[in-house]
């Protein structure tokens, strides 16, 4: 069970999860994941299944504000959209198959490559 500190800390990480995926329009697993293992004490596969499942309303809500203000491409949405949903049934296969340590290795080689990407 978790302490009293420990909610407070993941609730704080909670909202500033939405603000990253509301400004950047994604990216919050990459603030979840870390802090589900550290301060929740959530192994590695249950930390990124559970980011995941924390990052749909979040990332829905995002959209909402998005569509209602206008910004939103219906064309760009559905071509990504059909990617995304092929990627993500894969992604949860592939997920249950492999181990803790295979999982944290491919989080961080993910983020390593995206961050070299945007200075690059």
């Known amino acids: ?3 009293l500190k420990n909610k407070v800390s ?5 909202c500033v999860t939405g603000a990253v995926n509301g400004i950047f329009g994604g990216g919050g697993g990459m603030i ?19 980011a995941i499942l924390v990052i749909l309303p979040v990332s ?7 569509l209602w203000s206008g910004q939103f491409d219906t064309e760009l949405f559905i071509a990504v ?17 492999i181990t803790p340590d295979l999982a944290t290795i491919l989080f961080a080689a ?11």
């Open 32 to 50: 979840v994941v870390p802090l589900l293992t550290s301060v929740g004490k959530k192994p590695p596969l249950v930390a990124h299944a559970t």
């Open 10 to 14: 993941l609730a704080a990480a909670g």
């Open 60 to 66: 829905l809500a995002s959209a909402i504000v998005y």
């Open 81 to 97: 959209s059909l990617g995304v949903l092929a990627g993500g049934i894969a992604g949860a296969k592939v997920l249950g198959s």
């Open 110 to 120: 993910v983020m390593f490559a995206a961050g070299v990407r945007m200075i690059v």
């Open 1 to 3: 069970m978790l302490r």
